[in-house]
């Protein structure tokens, strides 16, 4: 969107009503650029970094505690997936696609409940030309399996964690922003040997909380699950 002598780039993701620019010179021209991104009121935003930090802290301990019981019970499994998340903006912007990778590391502590750590990364698709956009997710949470199903094992799992979306524009600059996240969902694990598994598809809704607006987003991811310990 141009006005006068200033660009103005929207970034589907990480733009929202309320806007604070950030503006950068131009260097072959004495245009000025601007990259909107949004940041919430102090009170809210400082609000939800702790509510973030909290979770991360949380889940890391719970994380890590879960690790010295699985040695003792069920063990350990760790995943390499695809995928890809539906980001729906709200707040009338349009949706976009995100496409990237993730990975996961799961302490069982018995047959059916396990805890996980999960990290991934999503590139957005079909941006301007000079114009680029992702978005990193860390969660941590329950998981729960059903293993009566021979080579087949159905679960369900609820993580909370944090988002860190970033955009740019070539020659303008970038800018990034923090969000509480939440995922929803499960998926099935086909057992292919003793030690790897195929998660043939794992569907999450994904919730983020960006500047005090509200995202349902959608998470499929799958790949390869290789299990140790006992």
């Known amino acids: 969107m141009t006005s006068g002598n200033t660009q103005k780039w929207q970034i589907p993701s990480t733009v929202y009503p309320r806007e604070t620019t950030k503006t950068t010179g131009l260097p072959p021209s004495e245009r000025s650029g601007m990259i909107v991104i949004v940041l919430a009121p102090r009170g809210d935003f400082l609000m939800e970094e702790r509510m973030r930090k909290l979770f991360i802290l949380f889940g890391f301990a719970l994380l890590v505690t879960s690790i010295a019981q699985a040695q003792e019970t069920r063990g350990m499994e760790v995943s390499g997936q695809y995928q890809y998340v539906r980001i729906y903006p709200g707040q009338g912007a349009p949706s976009a696609n995100c496409q990237g990778a993730g990975g996961t590391f799961a302490a069982n502590l018995n047959r059916w409940v396990g805890v996980v750590g999960d990290v991934g990364y999503c ?52 800018a990034s922003t923090n969000a509480f996240a939440m995922t929803f969902g499960g998926g099935a694990d086909f057992q292919v040997s003793r030690h790897l598994a195929f998660r043939a598809i794992q569907v999450e809704y994904l919730y983020t909380h960006f500047s005090g607006a509200k995202q349902n987003n959608l998470r499929i991811q799958s790949g390869l699950v290789y299990r140790f310990g006992r």
Request: proline share 6%; glycine share 16%.
């Open 123 to 174: 590139k957005l698709t079909g941006q301007p030309t000079g114009a680029s956009a992702h978005e990193i997710n860390y969660l941590f949470g329950p998981r729960f399996s059903y293993r009566n199903y021979g080579r087949v094992t159905p679960y369900a799992q609820v993580l909370f964690g944090g988002e860190r979306a970033t955009a740019s524009v070539t020659g303008l600059g970038s």
